[in-house]
């Protein structure tokens, strides 16, 4: 598995990170992606919304599958299944804060259960192999109830290969800013890799947080998602090239060739309504800070096929 500092993740965002968006920033230069969370239970009964989340190719690597749920049981079967078909790392989804996964035992209310926690994370372990396996955290339920240094401790001990840690409380949800603070507190004190994930909006951002935390590499989740981009700037931030700005017009025929690439991404998967659909909402992201970006928003929301969608994109942008 690729960690290190000048190696950039993909966050696990539900409703984003899919097959397409992935190959996208791969090509920006993210070096690890995370699929979107998968529901274990999803995976052992086949569920087509499960089959679709685990869509991958040759040029999707390295990918960590990320898990959620609440019931070993699943996840031996479910681990055991993934295998079968060919992934080799995985992740513990232990921060989900959404309603829905949580009252299932699942997501964040594993860092109110460490015993299942530890569990689940040993069986996954011990299926995958050492090294295989990050555990993705909160930094614990709530003010009151911080996740103290043993459970980072037995989560290495058990063979977890890397942490994440997104330091906000499963309460918080994305209220108030990260506590950059915490992964350097927990970074010093375990022996295995802390990826940082939280507010990193910029690539200045993502070297700013390595400073400040000693992280063993970052993770950009709605950065990426605003300019896949982020990951190519990353990359020039660290290797010392600055980042050179760019001209209105330099940035139009820039998101022009961006939303091309990701429409044909899409294309070459399944040409579906539903990820027509989801791109209507993905490139409005693409366009903030973008001069005339309101109107052309109004007219992606407009489109009824990807030929009109192509059109409108390259006679605004590329002209
Ligand atoms: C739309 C969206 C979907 C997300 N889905 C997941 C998910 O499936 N699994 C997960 O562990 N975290 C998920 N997250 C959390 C991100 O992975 C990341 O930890 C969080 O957004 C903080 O990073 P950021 O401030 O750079 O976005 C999601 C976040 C967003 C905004």
């Known amino acids: ?33 995370c699929t979107e969370m998968v529901s274990v239970k999803g995976l052992v009964f086949e569920s087509p919304g499960t089959t679709r989340l685990l869509l991958t190719r040759q040029e999707d690597s390295p ?15 479910a681990l055991n299944r993934l295998l079968e078909l060919g992934f080799t790392s995985f992740d513990l989804n232990a921060g989900c804060p959404v309603k829905k996964v949580v009252k299932t035992g699942a997501g964040a ?37 911080r996740l103290e240094p043993d459970v980072f401790a037995e989560l290495e001990r058990l063979g977890a290969g890397w942490i994440t840690l997104h330091p906000r409380t499963a309460r918080q949800g994305f209220r108030g800013k990260a506590d950059w603070d915490r992964i350097r507190m927990v970074q010093e004190q375990l022996g295995i890799p ?7 909006f910029t690539a200045e951002d993502g ?4 400073q400040q935390t000693r992280a063993a590499g970052v993770m950009f989740g709605r950065g990426a998602l605003y300019d896949p981009l982020i990951f190519a700037r990353f990359r020039e931030l660290m290797f010392g090239s600055g980042n050179k ?17 990701h429409v044909q991404l899409c294309l070459e998967g399944h040409d ?11 490139i409005p992201r693409y366009l903030r800070g973008f001069q005339g970006a309101r109107d052309l928003r109004k007219s992606i929301v407009a489109c009824r096929s ?12 590329g002209s």
């Open 245 to 261: 700005g760019d001209s209105e017009k330099n940035r139009a025929k820039r998101l022009q060739g961006m939303i091309n690439r």
């Open 194 to 200: 802390v990826i940082a994930s939280g507010d990193l």
């Open 306 to 317: 990807w030929e009109e969608l192509q059109v409108l994109i390259n006679s605004e942008l």
């Open 109 to 145: 209310a594993l860092l109110n259960n460490p015993g299942l926690l530890f569990e689940i994370v040993r069986d996954m372990v011990a299926l995958a192999g050492p090294k295989m396996v990050g555990v993705k955290l909160r930094s614990g339920w709530d003010e009151g109830s």
């Open 1 to 33: 598995m690729k960690i290190s500092r000048n190696e950039p993740w993909l966050a696990p965002l539900a409703g984003f990170s899919d097959l397409p968006f992935r190959l996208l920033c791969r090509e920006y230069g993210c070096s690890v992606a």
């Open 207 to 210: 070297r700013e947080c390595l």
């Open 63 to 77: 990918l960590v599958v990320q898990l959620f749920g609440a019931d070993p049981l699943y996840f031996r079967e």
């Open 272 to 282: 579906s309504w539903r990820s027509f659909s989801k791109m209507r909402t993905i």
